[in-house]
């Protein structure tokens, strides 16, 4: 099975980002969880054949308790529409396999900025994620500027394209960026590639229609 690649986050028929984590407390359901998500995400693609529905990327926090999700899709309306018919069958599930999974919630963002340090590495399947978390919209996105800013100034050594994001209700701020090496970026999270399900039309950065790629 061919290794899965890191999504484009800047591909610009992307109109939303969606990023949420699920809460699994240990590396054998975190595994378990992560199978069963891109399982559930690939049948729905082959099946329904969402076209608004570009690439969904599930990674594992290093901590072994933690699944952060990455879902791009053209629109939030179409995403909404699609999760109001399927989402609450699907999750019934997973939760029936891997009962007691915690979902604090999902956020949709729009990029706001992308770093490209001069000798940017994408070679790898790990990432680092950094959050503002419920801040004021003037400050989220005065903090999405200023990690822009600092990260083209000094980028830490391994990072590759960095894309700084602010949540549509102009709240939140997150960074992501792929890792080559340990990094001091301040509060931010390590987390590695499991796995991908591209949409039905796959895109720039798909494997195909409905294309699944793993690392399981």
Avoid: K
């Avoid at 000798?119 to 989220?140: G, K, L, N, Q």
């Avoid at 894309?163 to 590695?192: K, M, Q």
Wanted: charged share 25%; with cysteine.
């Amino acid at each position: 099975m061919t290794t899965p690649q890191l999504p484009d986050l800047a591909r610009p028929d992307a109109g939303t980002t969606l990023i949420s984590e699920w809460m699994v407390d240990t590396p054998d359901r975190q595994d378990r969880a992560g199978r069963a998500l891109l399982g559930e995400w690939s049948e729905l693609s082959a099946r329904f054949r969402p076209e608004a529905f570009l690439r969904l990327s599930c990674f594992a926090g290093v901590d072994g308790r933690v699944l952060l999700c990455v879902a791009q899709w053209t629109s939030d309306d179409a995403h909404l529409a699609f999760v109001r018919e399927h989402r609450a069958e699907m999750v019934g599930r997973i939760d029936r396999e891997i009962p007691g999974i915690r979902r604090p919630g999902l956020v949709r963002y729009r990029l706001a900025h992308t770093v490209v340090p001069d000798d940017a590495c994408d070679d790898t399947t790990d990432v680092i994620v950094a959050r503002a978390e419920s801040e004021p919209a003037s400050d989220a996105a005065r903090w999405a500027e200023a990690t822009a800013d600092r990260l083209r100034t000094t980028p830490p050594p391994g990072m590759g394209v960095a894309h700084v994001f602010v949540s549509a209700d102009r709240a939140r701020g997150l960074l992501y960026a792929p890792v080559t090496e340990a990094n001091d970026v301040a509060g931010a999270r390590l987390y590695r590639l499991l796995g991908t399900v591209a949409g039905p039309s796959a895109g720039v950065d798909g494997a195909g229609p409905s294309g699944a790629e793993s690392v399981f």
